[in-house]
Structure formats: C-alpha cells, structure tokens
C-alpha cells in the first residue's frame, strides 16, 4: 500500500547523464518509469519525462515536463498515477543516488587563507553537503574537520581544471608510436570553498577526463548552492535581527579586506551574498 504521496526532491541530472534520443530513467525494469532527456533547443531543450517500456524493451516518452521544480513534480504526480508501486521503488532509488552524489571523496586540500587548525595541506579530504550545512572530513575518518552551516558559506566554486603529463616532455617527445597522449596523462579539477571567514582550495586528480569531471562536480555544486542561497534569503529576510546581523557581517568583511585576507572581487561577492544582491 503506498502512504507516501510527497514528491520526491528534484534530481539535477549532470550533463552527461542526458541522453538524447533515448530517456535516461531513474529505475529501470518497471513497465513505467520517470526520468530525463535532452532535447533539441527547437524542441524545447532537456526535459524531465515519463516512460514507457515497449514489447521490445524500448523506452518510449509518453510526457515531457519542463526541467524546472514545478516540471519534476508534474511528471512525479503522473508517474506516480500511472503506477504507484513503481514510484515507490523509484523513491527509494532516488534516496540512494542523493545519498551517494552528495558526498565527494577523496580531494586534496591545496590552501586555507587563513590558514586553520586542523586542515594539512596535502591531505585528502571528503567534502559532504547535508540538510544543515557543508562537512569537511579527512577521507576515512567518521570525524570531520570543520562544519560550516550554508549560512556561512559563500560559495562552492569550479576553479579550474587540466589536463597533466605523467612523463617529461623528454620522455614523451621519445614515446612509442602506439602509445597515445591521453595514456600519460592525467585531469585535475580544482574546487573552492568561500565561506565568510576563509578560502579553502582542493584538487582531485583523476586518469580519465570524465571521471568526476566539470560536469560531474557541477551535478554536486548545484544544490549546495541553492541550500546556501536560501539560507542566505532566509537569514536577510529575518527582519528582528537583520540590521544587527548586517552590520556585524560587513564589518566582518570589511576587516578581512583590511587585513589582507580577501580580495576586493571576493569582498563583492560576499556583499552581495550578505545584502541579498543576487
């Protein structure tokens, strides 16, 4: 019997989990199935969808919904109507696939400014986003390092990413023919936490670009984003405490700029954040 009629969280499909001309569904295996497609720009762009499996085992979309909060619960409500014990199932999956993105291993810190007890630069560390806020540990440890509520944190950012030579440019002008520029290579993404007090840079070293590539790390920074936004509206729009709660903030920023551990672009950026200037 399903009792749980709430509509699920909205997934955020990553770019290369949008597959066009064939839907990418959540659960496989059930006559119906919700999921999402990349569509032509002329027809509408990437969409949430509902599903159905032919005779053949082909997926044929059977709706299509905006790619938006109002769209994934207009195909969840349809999905669920057409087959309530699938959607159940589907619920469960997709506990397990928030569950399993919203933690990234294994990234090594690069710099803390200011630098703070208990990061080591060069030590791995996981990075995990939950209800309340953002958590730091070493990878392995049950322990974290730091806590920081969205509220005090400004921004996860993408930095950068390339691509590095396992050899020396000696070794690789001498290479063997079949051995190919992508074999002796390496990816590294960089990625940066901007709370209100510090910056904090990390780096994950992959061997094949699209293993937690831009677009993968993307699929995590997008709804830790958005928790950090609403806390930062919910805090501003507290109207007992918000003039007390401005002014300490920016005088907060004002100082780091004063005392040379934020930069003038970072400092607009977090004013931003702080007036509720998005």
């Known amino acids: 019997m399903v009792t749980d009629l709430s509509v699920p969280e909205a997934p955020s499909p990553v770019p290369e989990d949008m597959w066009s001309g064939t839907p990418n569904v959540v659960l496989d295996g059930e006559r119906y199935a919700v999921g999402w497609q990349r569509f032509p720009d002329a027809k509408g762009g990437p969409a949430y969808v509902t599903a159905r499996r032919s005779a053949l085992g082909g997926r044929r979309v059977i709706g299509r919904y ?90 996860v950012q993408l930095t950068g990413f390339e691509r590095l030579l396992a050899v020396s440019k000696f070794d690789l002008f001498f290479r063997p023919a079949w051995i190919q520029l992508d074999d002796v290579s390496y990816y590294r993404t960089h990625l940066r936490v901007q709370t209100v007090d510090r910056t904090i840079d ?37 109207e007992d405490g918000r003039t007390e709660w401005l002014v300490s903030e920016l005088s907060r920023l004002a100082e780091r700029l004063d005392h040379g551990t934020l930069t003038r672009s970072d400092l607009e950026l977090l004013r931003a954040r702080v007036t509720g200037g998005y």
């Open 202 to 238: 990390f780096w994950h070293e992959a061997s094949a670009p699209d293993s937690l590539s831009p677009g993968s790390f993307g699929g995590w920074i997008e709804p830790v984003n958005r928790a950090i936004r609403a806390a930062w509206l919910s805090a501003a729009a507290d």
């Open 66 to 155: 905006p790619l938006t909060a109002d769209g994934w619960a207009r195909a969840w409500a349809e999905f669920a109507r057409l087959d309530p014990g699938a959607a159940e199932k589907t619920r469960a999956a997709l506990a397990r696939i928030r569950a399993a993105r919203s933690t990234l291993v294994g990234l090594v810190l690069s710099a803390v400014d200011p630098p703070a007890e208990g990061f080591a630069v060069g030590q791995a560390y996981d990075l995990r986003y939950g209800e309340d806020g953002l958590r730091i540990a070493r990878s392995g440890s049950p322990e974290a390092a730091a806590e920081f509520r969205y509220a005090d944190v400004a921004a």
